[in-house]
């Protein structure tokens, strides 16, 4: 049996927590490191590295000027220009969570109609592959995790190279509530045989050099405040605004972002 469950998005944790996997933990070092939106209210899971879902542009063919918000992806401008995965992959439906929050449910949805009747192209691949598209022209612009350029950028392929070289990455809403940002976290079992062992083990997470090697073999975020990146490509991003969403909304709104997702064909 396991003590502890590590995974990617706070909508699987959720889903986790949803099915009684978690049990609420309290833990000092992790209350006092980790920041307040990357501990859920009851403690049953928490983020550790965070990823952001940015906005990827053919600099070519479109105007970053008109692509800076979430929202602009809906806009009539970008008709038949935008790329995406699936929507009912997670990341999309932790984005939606997260914009339902910030926008309430009726602008969010017609956000997503808008997105929607803005497609290229039917939702298909994962996120590297529209990445790859919008280099090749076939979308104007994508929304991609952050690591996935991050990983295109370290590579010495004459491809992606090029695919590089033709996109630019956004940091979205960065005059509003910030770049959606998620997760990689973890949560200890309810049957853990080792809960203290557990414990511990997610309170290392959070030191200094766990933050560093943990963040960066993903390409993401310490999360932990003033922990230093070993990694130069991601550095070399710079720094932007990011959401401060408390991550257990990215969960609570799973349901109404997958029920809106049905409602405007986002599939
Ligand atoms: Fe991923």
């Given at each position: 049996p396991a003590d502890v469950l590590v995974t990617v998005d706070a909508g699987r944790l959720w889903r986790a927590e949803q099915m009684g996997l978690f049990q609420p933990i309290e833990s000092k070092v992790l209350a006092e490191r980790l920041p307040a939106h990357m501990r859920t209210p009851d403690n049953q899971w928490f983020g550790f590295s965070a990823r952001a879902r940015v906005i990827i542009y053919n600099k070519a063919a479109v105007n970053p000027a008109d692509v800076q918000n979430y929202e602009d992806l809906a806009h009539p401008k970008l008709k038949g220009k935008v790329c995406t995965r699936s929507g009912s992959h997670i990341y999309n439906l932790s984005l939606m969570s997260a914009l339902i929050e910030h926008l309430g449910e009726t602008k969010a949805e017609q956000w997503a109609k808008g997105v929607v009747a803005n497609f290229a192209r039917a939702p298909k691949g994962g996120d590297t592959d529209q990445i790859r598209a919008v280099a090749a022209g076939e979308c104007g612009v994508a929304i991609s995790n952050s690591y996935y350029y991050v990983r295109l950028m370290k590579s010495t392929k004459p491809e992606d190279r090029k695919a590089i070289a033709a996109t630019g990455l956004i940091w979205p809403n960065q005059k509003s509530f910030g770049t959606h940002m998620n997760v990689s976290g973890a949560g200890v079992i309810?049957?853990?045989?080792n809960r203290a062992a557990a414990i511990r083990f997610l309170e290392y997470l959070t030191s200094d050099s766990a933050q560093t090697y943990f963040a960066s073999g993903n390409n993401e975020w310490p999360v932990v405040k003033n922990v230093p990146l070993d990694n130069k490509a991601l550095e070399s991003l710079g720094k932007f605004k990011m959401d401060t969403l408390n991550i257990s909304a990215l969960g609570r709104n799973q349901p109404a972002a997958q029920k809106i997702f049905d409602r405007v064909g986002y599939k």
């Open positions: 309810k049957t853990a045989p």
